[in-house]
């Protein structure tokens, strides 16, 4: 699946503003991890596999996923994905079967594994990450941050999300090229940087002990982008506001037209990712959602029209024909930092300006 690492209007444009934090280091320690057995020597860490057998991992998924999307071979890309990117994936396929194109053959390259840890004698960990550059823009500041999981102990390692995240800071001094203005239709974001993420002298990183509640942010961010156009509420005592929550609910907001009732559902889906610990002790979430995207026209005298060009247009056959109601389900992923303390979380990223359309069904108008 081609992870498209921006986020996107619906005219799919964006620009990437100036951020001032500082990026993710995977070599960043904080010492190890603080359990220790009976007795008080240091608990020996077991991470859950190696680097190298990481790299192998990502090296054959990178490999593999370049050549199913050159052949648009969905059941090549099951062999190396599950969950909800198997299903983004195999959305993508239909898409490109309507438009009679294919997806461009991406490759990830520059690595940083985020191998989690467990004390001698815990369970394994069932999952790790990745952090890499698209090959040819290994200067963006954003990076794609990838998750593998397995079934069980002999199971395949298996992408089952990717999504994007900044990872360096904006240059301090800024560009000598003119500033140009956006184009019309273009999203403009300020994300936050990634935090470093806790680490030990041996490189693994740390899970967060506070996963199972931290998870809960999930729920509350799904929760929070599930109104009707356009009764959006910005403000939540359980985000900070920014472009990827204030921002999300002006920009859906901002859909309202008279003739037409739109709404937003969404809710958890997919499997719960490992939970990494953040360097300040917070704790990085990532979550994927479902949504359903409702459009109807007020009364029967109102219809909707598309698009010749979008998404839905093609994924409904094409044409520009007149509609009652839609009806879209949506797949969406976001990186969430929730700090220590009970404060408001802040959303890094998410990609619910333009996601993955994995349904869309109509009613005709007549």
Not at 32 to 60: K, Y
Not at 76 to 82: H, N
Not at 242 to 267: H, P
């Amino acid at each position: 699946m081609v992870v498209h690492g921006r986020v996107w209007n619906a005219a799919g444009a964006f620009v990437l503003l100036g951020a001032v934090l500082t990026g993710c280091s995977a070599g960043d320690g904080t010492g190890g991890p603080r359990t220790r057995p009976s007795g008080g020597a240091p608990a020996r860490v077991v991470p859950v596999l190696t680097e190298a057998q990481a790299r192998e991992v990502f090296e054959r998924y990178v490999r593999e996923n370049a050549a199913a999307d050159e052949k648009g071979d969905t059941e090549a890309a099951s062999r190396i994905e599950g969950g909800r990117l198997l299903e983004e994936s195999r959305a993508h396929s239909r898409l490109h079967q309507a438009r009679g194109s294919k997806d461009q053959p991406v490759r990830y390259v520059r690595p940083v594994f985020l191998i989690p840890q467990a004390p001698e004698g815990a369970p394994a960990p069932r999952g790790f990450a990745v952090l890499s550059k698209w090959e040819g823009r290994e200067t963006d500041r954003s990076s794609v941050l990838h998750y593998f999981m397995r079934g069980g102990a002999d199971g395949d390692w298996k992408a089952v999300a990717a999504t994007w995240v900044v990872t360096e800071p904006a240059p301090a001094t800024p560009s000598a090229d003119p500033s140009r203005s956006p184009k019309p239709g273009t999203l403009k974001v300020r994300p936050k940087v990634l935090p470093p993420v806790a680490s030990g002298a041996s490189g693994t990183v740390e899970l967060s002990p506070t996963a199972a509640p931290d998870t809960a942010v999930c729920g509350r961010y799904a929760d929070y982008l599930s109104f009707t156009v356009p009764e959006g509420k910005p403000d939540s005592p359980h985000f900070e506001r920014g472009d990827f929550t204030s921002g999300v609910v002006e920009f859906f907001n901002g859909w309202d037209e008279e003739e037409l009732v739109r709404s937003l559902s969404f809710r958890r889906a997919g499997e719960e990712l490992p939970v990494f610990r953040l360097k300040d002790g917070g704790s990085l979430v990532v979550c994927t959602l479902e949504g359903t995207y409702r459009d109807r026209g007020r009364t029967p005298a109102h219809w909707i029209e598309l698009d010749a060009g979008s998404d839905s247009a093609a994924l409904l056959g094409g044409g520009t024909r007149k509609w009652a109601s839609l009806e879209e389900e949506w797949s969406v992923t976001a990186v969430v930092e929730v700090p220590p303390g009970g404060r408001p979380a802040t959303v890094l990223s998410t990609d619910v300006h333009r996601p993955t359309k994995t349904s869309v069904k109509g009613v005709a108008w007549k």
